[in-house]
């Protein structure tokens, strides 16, 4: 589920960025102001870096991609319902720029909340060269996507994806281990008893 969490989020985040210019200028933007829209979102998805800041010790790599990911697909939906303006297309840039920016984070670090460090390694090996296959294939698929059927179904898959991947993200929440936090006074009572 980590693998297909993941490898949904990198269609949406990494396969949607290479035509993103296009796309906006499908959906009715002139060039100039595409390209503009398209410059800003490098910048805001390292910033995007403050979502993971937010929640700092309090939130795992789950709650953090349940957050991005609903930022997502809020993104995608506002770009539906856009209709081409100027300030719908800015919201949207600053949404996808933040969900996606955080979920680079996740995709990295989400196996460290299922696995101690010492099978990190092995079981991001293992979830690695689909999640290269899926990231690699999705930039030319979507644009052949976008040259055939257009800019609305290209969004509704993204939408679909990001969607897909917060029902997995919610089932993952649901399975992580629990940590047990103990306190100096628990600690005292157990060796008391």
Known sequence: MITAASGMIAVVTLGLSAVLIELLKAEGLPSSRALEFGALLGIIQVSARAIDLMGGARWDAITTGLVSTTILASAM???????????????F????????????????????VFYDKAEF???????????????AASPPILAEMLVRFGSRALLGLALLLSCAALA??????????????????????????
Request: overall charge positive; aromatic content about 2%.
């Open 93 to 112: 840039i600053l949404l996808y720029g933040i969900g996606g920016g955080a979920l680079a984070v996740v995709r990295a670090t989400m196996p460290l």
């Open 77 to 91: 939906l506002l770009l539906i319902m856009s209709g081409g303006q100027s300030l719908a297309v800015a919201a």
């Open 121 to 135: 390694a092995k079981a991001s090996s293992h979830m690695a060269l689909p999640l290269y296959v899926i990231s």
């Open 168 to 193: 997995c993200l919610t089932l993952l929440r649901d399975r992580r281990p629990r940590l047990i936090v103990t306190t100096e006074r628990s600690e005292d009572q157990a060796e008391s008893e």
